[in-house]
Nanobody, 125 residues
Framework: QVQLVESGGGLVQAGGSLRLSCAAS????????MGWFRQAPGKEREFVAA???????TYSDSVKGRFTISRDNAKNTVYLQMNSLKLEDTAVYYC???????????????????WGQGTQVTVSS
């Protein structure tokens, strides 16, 4: 049984930082593109960042330069370091896993194989 368990969410002031973690089990971690999506109230779930086992990365334009995705393949864990947080970063953040079929790093919401339960990130003024 595959499980993705997020942690590290919380309340932070604008300009602050948080680091999210996602521990994966039940899958061959290196065979999966790992990433993060987020969903704000009343909005669709949107892509944030993704990383392949070889550490190729991609980011949405809205977080590029502020967020950093990384993975520890020995610990089956993916991280999202979020710096310079803005009010509009407030959302539930979801860890995602999609089997790597080759090519450039990407995560398509419709093709994600596994989702975590989500962790709330709230940025206050």
């Amino acid at each position: 049984q595959v499980q993705l368990v997020e942690s590290g969410g919380g309340l932070v002031q604008a300009g602050g930082s948080l680091r999210l973690s996602c521990a994966a089990s039940g899958l061959t971690f290196n065979n999966y593109v790992m990433g993060w999506f987020r969903q704000a109230p009343g909005k669709e779930r949107e892509f944030v960042a993704a990383i392949k086992w070889g550490f190729s990365r991609t980011y949405s334009d809205s977080v590029k330069g502020r967020f950093t995705i990384s993975r520890d393949n020995a610990k089956n864990t993916v991280y999202l370091q979020m710096n310079s947080l803005k009010l509009e970063d407030t959302a539930v953040y979801y860890c995602a896993a999609d089997r790597d079929t080759g090519g450039s790093v990407r995560l398509d919401r419709a093709l994600v194989d596994y989702w975590g339960q989500g962790t709330q990130v709230t940025v206050s003024s």
